[in-house]
């Protein structure tokens, strides 16, 4: 074991004495050329990051869960429920479709923030109970639509489907005092 260690470390060493001098006189360029390709590289990586809003999104995770969860949940859901109701009044179905999908990101926010532990918004709600969230049959329909609606985006939703969809969002959103 001994001699294969020796002969690794000769011909490290020979190796070293062959292309060093070819490498130390351009080890600066290289240093330079690996630091210049490191700074693009992190200016990429936090482009994309706040193109993404990747960070905008955890910020707000941290702070509802540390400092003023319900205050800044209540903030969210408010002007998330605007955007929604603009979806809504579109003559547009996707606008529509897009309306439920928010609907139900911030339903999901509200069940992860109220304690509901799961890994899911399926998860959470049958984890609830109807004393706890009264209309939980309809929020579950509502979340079933919304689950039809990602599963098959060719999906011909109504108009009155969505109405009904978000009647039973806005009515679980007052329950727990989050919209007016």
């Known amino acids: 074991m001994n001699d294969y260690a020796s002969k690794f470390f000769n ?16 080890l600066p360029w290289l240093e330079f050329s690996a630091f210049i390709l490191s700074i693009i590289l992190s200016v990429f990586i936090i482009y994309f990051t706040v193109k993404s809003n990747m960070f905008v999104y955890r910020v ?7 400092v003023a969860g319900d205050v800044l949940l209540r903030r969210r859901t408010a002007r998330g429920w605007k955007e929604i109701m603009r979806k809504a009044r579109s003559q547009d179905p996707a ?4 309306a ?12 992860r923030l109220a304690g509901y532990r799961g890994g899911s918004i399926d998860d959470r709600l049958s984890v609830a109970s109807a004393d706890q969230i009264t209309n939980l049959e309809e929020i579950k329909s509502a979340h079933a639509l919304r689950e039809k609606l990602i599963k098959d985006p060719s999906y011909a939703l109504r108009r009155e489907e969505m109405l009904e969809a978000l009647r039973m969002y806005r009515a ?7 919209i007016d």
């Open 95 to 98: 606008n529509w479709s897009a």
């Open 60 to 66: 707000d995770e941290f702070v509802d869960a540390l």
């Open 11 to 26: 011909g490290l060493t020979t190796f070293r004495s062959f292309a060093g001098p070819f490498f130390t006189p351009a």
């Open 172 to 178: 679980t959103f007052k329950e727990f005092d989050l």
């Open 100 to 111: 439920i999908i928010t609907a139900d990101k911030i339903l999901g926010d509200l069940l």
